[in-house]
């Protein structure tokens, strides 16, 4: 049932488009396509979203630079044809120092001027289940982020864990490395998703008492195939509540109905978020863009009128 509070909110778009839109910040996550269909597939979600004119959009970079060209062409593409202003995520895990660097440059030189540095996931089958990195290569996020500072002034956002990182010990030690990126340079975090907006509000809270300034974006996952989800999310340990798998059972065959829910429930995660004063968001999109623009038609987000 949809609550009082989005039926208050529905009924009052029309009023928030005519009074100039909404005051929300919006971003979108990206992936490099495989193929050309999956590439057609890509670029029609980038110019369906592009009117909503979001404040950046980032493409991710594969494990050990497995992406590491089409992660290039893809954020090339979206500078030479488009107004979006394109963040190209980097991971340090496998690579030198050397490779690393010479990719920063690259992007300095191609006109990125935003990096989202993150340390990147571990090769699977390790024999004792734990990562060493390689002795030529940078460590961690921070170690990265101070490289990329080091070689251009490049604006860097980095990873954040409401639930604290998987490989973490405890959320204080998450926020000590939080600490450690911004002092390397980072001014932004943006978030893994989450479910829960007491979780990301809990966190906000935590790195506030804590004094780390940094600016904030929760990452919103609209759940259109909840096995996938319950894949990504054992992945990065991340709660998925009880209420989340009833809302979806039954309905593998139903497309329609979960993408219904699937709107539903990131409107309901955003408005919760926003009435206790955030307004940054962070969409992933999976390369599909019905989805997430519907959801921010919802949140008043319009096309802007040129």
């Not at 979108?28 to 950046?56: Q, T, V």
Request: net charge negative; aromatic share 8%.
């Amino acid at each position: 049932m949809i609550s009082p509070h989005l039926q208050t909110r529905l009924s009052s778009i029309a009023r928030s488009v005519s009074s100039g839109g909404s005051h929300l910040n919006i971003s979108f996550e990206f992936f490099p396509p495989k193929s050309e269909e999956m590439e057609l597939s890509l670029w029609n979600s980038i110019r369906r979203l592009e009117g909503l004119n979001p404040s950046f959009v980032s493409v991710t970079y594969g494990a050990g630079g497995s992406t590491r060209e089409r992660t290039h062409r893809t954020v090339k593409r979206i500078l030479d044809e488009t107004a979006l202003k394109p963040a190209a995520h980097l991971t340090c895990v496998e690579a030198s120092r050397e490779e690393v660097d010479e990719v920063i440059r690259e992007y300095w030189d191609a006109g990125v001027r935003h990096i989202v540095a993150l340390r990147g996931d571990p090769p699977t089958g390790l024999a004792d289940g734990q990562y060493t990195p390689r002795a030529d290569g940078y460590q961690n996020a921070t170690e990265l982020t101070q490289a990329i500072k080091r070689i251009a002034d490049f604006e860097v956002s980095v990873g954040v864990y409401p639930e604290k990182h998987p490989q973490s010990p405890s959320l204080d030690f998450d926020l000590d490395v939080l600490r450690q990126k911004v002092d390397a340079g980072a001014t932004r975090g943006i978030s893994q998703f989450f479910f829960e907006p007491e979780t990301y509000l809990r966190f906000r809270d935590a790195v506030a008492d804590a004094g780390i300034e940094i600016e904030l974006t929760p990452g919103i996952m609209p759940v259109t195939n909840f096995k996938g989800l319950k894949r990504m999310a054992a992945a990065c340990e991340a709660h998925v509540p009880n209420w989340l798998a009833e809302l979806f059972d039954g309905l593998d065959d139903d497309a329609e109905t979960r993408k219904l829910l699937a709107s539903a429930v990131a409107v309901e995660q955003v408005l919760e978020l926003e009435r206790e004063g955030v307004t940054n968001f962070h969409f992933y999109t999976l390369n599909r863009a019905e989805l997430v623009y519907s959801i921010c038609r919802v949140l008043g987000v319009k096309e802007a009128v040129i």
